[in-house]
């Protein structure tokens, strides 16, 4: 279990600085279209598929860090061993099974792009599979995390 | 069985204050509770929700989501630089002659920086750093310092090109698309260049409002702010005047909100460089909290998508919309009607959540009743930024105290907060009363891309139909 969460950090240790090269292009876009008037689209493009691929990793970052929002007031009141309960139920009854559902919904129509190398619809420029592949991503993700909450949560 | 969809809501806000539980494992929790109930008695196939692969695909390649981290990237770095606090400095400073100098500074700073920091969270976090120190070392009352924060944090909201703003945008250019189908309108679909060029008016107004607020409700503050450096002036001047070029490059049309994002992300990162305030080992910590907090709200997103798409199975948009017909309103009493639901949710919901939840829920209902959607826009924007504000549960008031350096009681601080309430009040007010006071210039001149971007979304609605 410490093998998965170590590779689930893994993960998003690597992805989390593509927010810079996506800032990076998506600024050119605008040189790129008004000056030099070219190429504007492909980068557009690959600032899709790293924007597409750091959100899948993001909602696994913001569980590891405790970032989603929650409403505290009430809760707060709540002893610590029973919101660690909590929080281990709704790793098996709701994030497990959405997750299920989404790589379910996702494996094939994933699978299919990428055996075709799908390009953007478009512009015809190649790499649209990997935005579909990070949907899939983006489950597996949560499915491990919820995984490794369930059977060892972190300490709070 | 098409009332599941207010039930549904209903218990998602149950289960997030009883529970605690973030609220996309709420929103996804309760949706997979009412999935498994409506298969189980037949009320919609199960293959209904495969639809889900589609809906998260069509996030992914959303170009207006993009924005999202970059916001957030820059309101990480405006807290990790020293740029907000030189403004701050150089802001009181130059307003201490009215005596509340730094209670000013600190509006200001919240115009300036909330609408490029996107999400009210990271400019409560900012506001709380820089400015609540020195408001309560010039004597300032906790409470009236804490409510001060939640205003500043949440003006950013109203002005353009705010993250709500675009989100809002969005889910109302959805929404109007939607009620165009439904009742056959021709009307031009808004855009969320409209919807910024509606809310540049009422944002103005509120700003003025809110310092009037300011000036009224708040005790001169003792304590003059230390003398500033030419160098201070001139970077605050040149900060000043480049986001100001920005907001107004993107509130005007002449920049898309999503590049105007990158380039001041860049420009910060090369700021952070060229004055070596941005070390490696802070980048990493940057780029990891941009990550996150990206994912909070992305999440938000994928869980909301999750939920209309169960509730529209249950059939309840339909629903809704048919009850608002048959009870007779007129555009003004179904208006009133769709803004005081939004204004109940807005007492336990956030932002964020009541426009990825809510506002798909009602707004196509309302919008195929009351012909003006720039107007329902700017109404719902002005109701949302509200609902960041009011106590105890509004996002903004419950980060300020969280991190507030003193405790506030409840009461204390909900007195403090209204001077601003009834400041939003009244914008709301002259909002409903007098529609002309938005701009609408943009309403028949609007950009190339936009007209794509409607286009694309109205191809998505049909596809979203077919599915069903």
């Keep these: 279990m410490r093998l998965l969460d170590r590779g689930i950090g893994a993960v998003c240790a690597a992805v989390r600085w593509l927010v810079l090269p996506l800032s990076l292009l998506l600024f050119l876009q605008w040189p790129l279209r008004d000056l030099v008037q070219a190429h504007s689209r492909e980068a557009n493009d690959a600032a899709q598929i790293l924007f597409a691929l750091f959100v899948a990793a993001a909602i696994t970052a913001a569980t590891r860090h405790r970032s989603h929002l929650a409403v505290d007031a009430f809760a707060q009141h709540i002893a610590p061993r029973w919101r660690e309960r909590i929080a281990r139920v709704t790793a098996i009854l709701v994030l497990a099974p959405w997750a299920a559902l989404l790589i379910f919904a996702g494996a094939v129509p994933a699978w299919q792009s990428i055996a075709e190398l799908e390009g953007f619809p478009e512009t015809m420029n190649p790499g649209y599979f990997l935005i579909r592949a990070a949907a899939v991503l983006l489950a597996l993700l949560v499915l491990a995390q919820a995984v490794v909450d369930a059977v060892a949560p972190a300490e709070g | ?468």
């Excluded at chain 2, 980060?399 to 909900?414: H, K, Q, Y």
Aim: glycine share 8%.
């Design chain 2, 1 to 468: 069985m098409e009332a599941a969809g207010l039930w549904m809501l209903a218990a998602v806000a149950v289960v997030m204050i009883a529970t605690g539980l973030p609220a996309w494992v709420a929103l996804t929790g309760v949706t997979l509770a009412f999935a498994a109930f409506g298969v189980v008695r037949g009320v919609f196939d199960v293959s209904i929700l495969t639809a889900l692969n589609g809906r998260v695909v069509g996030l992914l390649e959303n170009d207006l989501l993009q924005a999202l981290p970059l916001f957030v990237l820059m309101g990480v770095l405006i807290h990790r630089l020293p740029l907000a606090e030189t403004l701050f400095r150089v802001g009181a400073r130059a307003l201490e002659p009215t005596r509340r100098g730094k209670p000013l500074a600190a509006l200001g700073l919240g115009v300036l920086f909330a609408p490029m920091s996107g999400s009210v969270g990271a400019s409560v976090a900012m506001l709380t750093r820089i400015v609540q120190p020195r408001l309560e070392s010039a004597g300032l009352p906790a409470e009236r310092n804490v409510a001060l924060v939640c205003m500043s944090a949440t003006l950013g909201v109203v002005i353009p090109p705010s993250l709500v703003l675009i989100l809002l945008g969005d889910a109302m250019m959805r929404a109007h698309t939607e009620a165009s189908h439904a009742a056959s309108l021709s009307a031009r679909i808004l855009n969320t260049q409209d919807v910024f060029h509606g809310a540049l008016v009422p944002g103005a107004l509120l700003v003025l409002a809110s310092a009037l607020a300011t000036l009224v409700s708040t005790p001169a503050t003792s304590g003059r702010e230390a003398s500033v450096r030419v160098r201070d002036v001139a970077t605050a001047a040149l900060a000043a005047g480049a986001i100001a070029a920005l907001l107004g490059g993107v509130a005007l049309g002449y920049l898309y909100a999503v590049e105007a994002a990158a380039a001041g992300g860049v420009a910060l990162v090369v700021y952070g460089f060229a004055t070596r305030s941005l070390p490696a080992a802070a980048l990493r910590e940057i780029v990891d909290e941009c990550l996150s907090i990206t994912g909070a709200l992305f999440a938000l997103l994928v869980a909301a998508t999750f939920f209309t798409l169960v509730q529209r199975a249950f059939g309840t948009d339909r629903w809704l919309a048919a009850l608002l017909a048959h009870a007779g309103l007129g555009p003004g009493a179904s208006l009133a009607a769709y803004l005081a639901m939004l204004a109940a949710c807005a007492l336990v919901l956030d932002a964020f959540e009541m426009i990825f939840v809510v506002v798909p829920l009602l707004a196509p209902a309302v919008l195929t009743r009351v012909d003006d959607a720039m107007w329902v826009a700017v109404l719902t924007l002005l109701v949302l930024q509200a609902s960041f504000l009011l106590p105890p549960f509004g996002y903004a008031v419950l980060m300020a105290r969280g991190r507030s350096r003193v405790p506030v009681a409840t009461r204390g601080l909900a007195l403090a907060l209204v001077p601003y309430v009834a400041a939003q009040l009244c914008v709301v007010a002259a909002v409903l009363a007098f529609p002309s006071l938005l701009w609408r210039e943009a309403a028949t001149v609007a950009p190339a891309a936009s007209e794509e971007e409607q286009t694309r979304m109205l191809e998505k609605q049909l596809e979203g139909g077919e599915q069903k």
